[in-house]
């Protein structure tokens, strides 16, 4: 129905009035609308607003009767709901949003904020790794964050118990990025509620996920591309076969 998209080639306009911002969110919170198919719909029709008319006809097209676009209201909490919580939203083609995760194949339209956007266009290493580290795991993981810190270095990781605590927490002073899988103020695990409010003050927390969104399992695939395409490189600490932390890499 649309035309291949590649948002890095052909430049958006983000959104700038909060008008903008609502219909950006529809469509993209639009039922069978992904990442691929709304950078499709906005190389087609222009705009998110021409992109929303079309979605019932298009669907039709498709064979589903009775399609409705995201409900305005919803998104509307959604938008007061993120600010509330202290969330910022940046979108692709802004100057704030970090250009290596723009080249990826699918980037995140609009990602949430908490925190200082600064870390997201800096120097960049990723490191991830196995939950249950061993000690060893996690005295490496604390001792590179740190010496990349002092190289320079912006830490992100995602969060998750083991190595990427350990890392965000050594990195703490000289910067680190923390990608949620659920809504930016969703803390998971919940033991990482202190180091998430540490890293909101200090760093920077990202999701593409909408606020109280809970994070299920297909979330963090997900999570995991943002955590690899903000990254120069990405350093794997005992990541057992088919784990996160490889599919990161």
């Not at 995760?101 to 980037?107: R, V």
């Amino acid at each position: 129905m649309a035309k291949d998209f590649n948002p890095s080639t052909h430049p958006l306009t983000p959104p700038l009035t909060e008008e903008e911002w609502l219909t950006w969110l529809r469509l993209l919170r639009s039922r069978r609308v992904g990442i691929s198919t709304f950078y499709r719909l906005l190389y087609e029709f222009g705009d998110a607003n021409a992109a929303i008319e079309a979605l019932p006809e298009i669907a039709s097209d498709a064979g589903l009767t009775s399609y409705a676009p995201a409900n305005p209201d919803d998104i509307a909490r959604e938008w007061h709901a993120a600010h509330r919580a202290g969330a910022r939203a940046i979108a692709i083609g802004s100057d704030a949003y970090p250009a290596p995760l723009a080249d990826i194949p699918d980037p995140p339209p609009i990602l949430w904020c908490l925190g200082e956007t600064a870390h997201l266009n800096t120097p960049t290493i990723a490191i991830v790794g196995a939950r249950n580290a061993s000690s060893l795991g996690t005295r490496t993981a604390r001792r590179l964050a740190a010496d990349l810190g002092t190289a320079g270095f912006t830490v992100v990781s995602g969060l998750a118990r083991g190595v990427d605590t350990a890392a965000h927490i050594a990195a703490l002073d000289t910067g680190t990025v923390a990608v949620m899988a659920g809504g930016v103020d969703v803390v998971y695990p919940a033991e990482n509620a202190v180091l998430a409010q540490e890293i909101g003050e200090k760093g920077i927390r990202v999701s593409e996920m909408p606020v109280h969104q809970t994070p299920h399992a297909r979330h963090f695939p997900r999570r995991n591309r943002i955590v690899s395409g903000l990254a120069q490189a990405v350093i794997v600490i005992e990541a057992a076969a088919k784990s996160g932390s490889l599919i990161t890499a």
